[in-house]
């Protein structure tokens, strides 16, 4: 069986129960053959590209647009202003870019550009190519591109570049001219700052012309020998239906395969008496990872998978990774298992991850907590697996400096914000879901996103969908509140009246968002009761736990909420969240303590 036929028999079953629900009911595609020529001594390159772009939209397109990556790698640009003004600048570009010689700044330059046979007028703005096109490209139509351009590798800053810190020679992602999106919001066409990426997925045919001895790795699959390739200097890789291609080559690369049966990993590094022997562990936790996160999620789609010693610490790209090596072997794990744990969220779901950072980096961090937990079970000694998404979180929140989720990628006021936003606050949205709609519904929920959304761009509105689907709850409130603002949870324990027979407990909400509360109640006797407080607009409840008992529902209008229970004996504690499953703010009022028998009345100061 071919890759084409194997990939779209998988790509058919994941999609066959939603084959008539696409969203929003078509997508872009694009297919791109190039030609490149690389110059090792001068760090430049020329490039000749086609690109069939078929119009799926309902409109008409008077205009397009390419991504010029490598123009930010220039003094003045965007990225270097924006890295020179905000306060907490990344320290791997700070100033960085304006200090540059020339030599070694990056660069790409349009310098012809067809459409369909008849030249174009464009114009370079930054990193955004402008066409003005001689004729619109009409709804359901194809439209050619070919192009010809030159480019200059930068010295390696972020992400792309020649000569990393750890001496890897090319690094060559966000490489070339690449035309952006355009969906139902319109055009994406985004100036490159250093955060995310938006794409269509198509078909890739990428020849590479480098000297002789060298070796490259990347996205897709190698159409002749390895062998033969590098005595050569010729390389060319086929990948179907991705959203992006990215390489990466010297002459020193040390390539291992391994396989789990359906996937083959490719391995690159540089030899390293330091880290050869955790590089030499690597494949066999990676097969494990991609084993896990099959069955946490869905069924990865493509026939490999490369990670690649390069860029500037790990970054995601179709088929592949590249990552700083130079690592103990929990680190060199778990930077592959991340990256790796991208190939569902950002390659395959890809949703806009310029406006919903969170919803590939937050989901990514999510399933990378438990594939760790996974491969190394010894090591974990808490029972409760995010807990620093929870902290992070949260010292953020009580910082008053959170800015919400909703906030597009390059313009958070910090770094902080965003990292914590798209990372921890992401990780926690899907996490905290346990205290909503339980544990199994949550990750069935994950589960049918992933089968019912692969390969069309979802939201959070889809992400919402299918959660509010496998738990029958309605949580427009869960992800209007955790998305759209920066409220915070904080639930207290109020006040424990206890008589001969039965006890009152009065609940507070402090924190303006709404959560539905978990109530441990521990008794003299050893006993221990459990009770569940939904929300009436959730319309429901979560499943409940054996000897878990329901309570009535608590609306969120009321500050205050009071249930009484009988008792056959003295209340030791009383606490809210004991499993730790919400992002609750002060957890110093959570729990209520009675020391002495004799003390049957508890009220918080």
Known sequence: MTYRSTFLTILMAISVATASAQYPGWQQSIDYTMDITLDTASHQYQGQMIAKLKNNSP??????????????FQPESMMDVRSRNISDPDSRVGSRIVELPEEEWGWIKVESLKVNGKAVEFVHDGTVLEVKLNSPIRAGKRTTFEMTWSAQVPRQ??????????GIEYSMTQWFPKVCEYNHDGWHTEPYIGREYHGIWGDYDVTIHAPKGYLIGGTGLLQQSMESSRNSGNWNFIAENVIDFAWAADPDYIHSTSSTGDVTFNFYHQANEEYDANWAALPEYAAKAMVFLNELVGPYPYPQYSVIQGGDGGMEYPMATLITGERSLRSLVGVTVHEMAHSWFQAVLATNESLYEFMDEGKTSYVTTLCMRHLFAEAITSGVPHRSSYSSYISQALSGNEEPLITHADHYQTNRAYGVAAYSKGEVLLAQLAAVVGTDARDQGLRDYFAKWSF????????KQCMEAAS???LDWYFQYFINTTHQIDYAINAVYEGQSSATIELERIGAMPMPQNITVTYANGDVESFHAPLVMMRGHKQLARNETLLPDWPWTHPTYSFSIPTSSPIVSVELDAARLTADVDRENNAATFDQQWQRIYQRN
């Open 157 to 166: 800053i972020r992400r792309s570049g020649w000569m990393n810190k750890e």
């Open 59 to 72: 409109d008409d397109l008077d205009r397009a647009f390419f991504h010029l990556f490598f123009n930010a």
């Open 456 to 463: 069309k761009h979802p939201g959070p509105l889809e992400l």
């Open 472 to 474: 029958g709850l309605d």
